[in-house]
Antibody, heavy 121, light 107 residues
Framework: EVQLVESGGGLVQPGGSLRLSCAAS????????MSWVRQAPGKGLEWVAN????????YYVDSVKGRFTISRDNAKNSLYLQMNSLRAEDTAVYYC??????????????WGQGTLVTVSS | AIRMTQSPSSFSASTGDRVTITCRAS??????LAWYQQKPGKAPKLLIY???TLQSGVPSRFSGSGSGTDFTLTISCLQSEDFATYYC?????????FGGGTKVEIK
């Protein structure tokens, strides 16, 4: 069974940093593109970033470029999102998601339960 | 960037109704479009990809159509478990964008 479990969310002050993790199991992690998608409270979905199987390609939404870094450790079956210079508008539930098929970038079929990041003083 | 516009943003319907949700891309995206269903407090669920391919396990009352800039999601006979918010997403080019969502409520 495919499982994605996010962790690392919490309350952080504006300008602070946070590192999210996503532990993957039930599939060959190194064969899939992985993504982060977020959802602000009461709002719609926003794609944040994704990363190729070997980490050689990464893409970001403009609003997080230069502040967020997506990475992965295939030996640990883990996906990460390093978030720096956090702003109030980054407050959201952050989902880790896996592409539908190995070799495909999108769409995202499997999703974690999400982890809440709150940016507030 | 290719933006997605969904309509309507919300509406009320009854069990058994046929409902259609539309999604328009700001530029042509061929058939690189997915539809998701989301219920409160839950992660999104993939319903349709490549504009019209039904994801395995999704009931056949769901269908998708369109290509280029105009797409539709149709639920042929609305069931109680279908009351949710629906999102389209283009994956033709980066950055990826979702539509604003369509909330289907009980009449």
């Amino acid at each position: 069974e495919v499982q994605l479990v996010e962790s690392g969310g919490g309350l952080v002050q504006p300008g602070g940093s946070l590192r999210l993790s996503c532990a993957a199991s039930g599939f060959t992690f190194s064969s899939y593109w992985m993504s982060w998608v977020r959802q602000a409270p009461g709002k719609g979905l926003e794609w944040v970033a994704n990363i190729k199987q070997d980490g050689s390609e990464k893409y970001y939404v403009d609003s997080v470029k230069g502040r967020f870094t997506i990475s992965r450790d295939n030996a640990k079956n883990s996906l990460y999102l390093q978030m720096n210079s956090l702003r109030a508008e980054d407050t959201a539930v952050y989902y880790c998601a896996r592409a539908i098929y190995s070799g495909y970038e999108h769409p995202e079929l499997y999703w974690g339960q999400g982890t809440l990041v709150t940016v507030s003083s | 960037a290719i933006r997605m516009t969904q309509s309507p943003s919300s509406f009320s319907a009854s069990t058994g109704d046929r409902v259609t949700i539309t999604c328009r891309a700001s530029q042509g995206i061929s058939s690189y479009l997915a539809w998701y269903q989301q219920k409160p407090g839950k992660a999104p669920k993939l319903l349709i990809y490549a504009a019209s391919t039904l994801q395995s396990g999704v009931p056949s009352r769901f269908s998708g159509s369109g290509s280029g800039t105009d797409f539709t999601l149709t639920i042929s006979c609305l069931q109680s478990e279908d009351f949710a918010t629906y999102y389209c997403q283009q994956y033709y080019s980066y950055p990826l964008f979702f539509g604003g969502g369509t909330k289907v409520e009980i009449k």
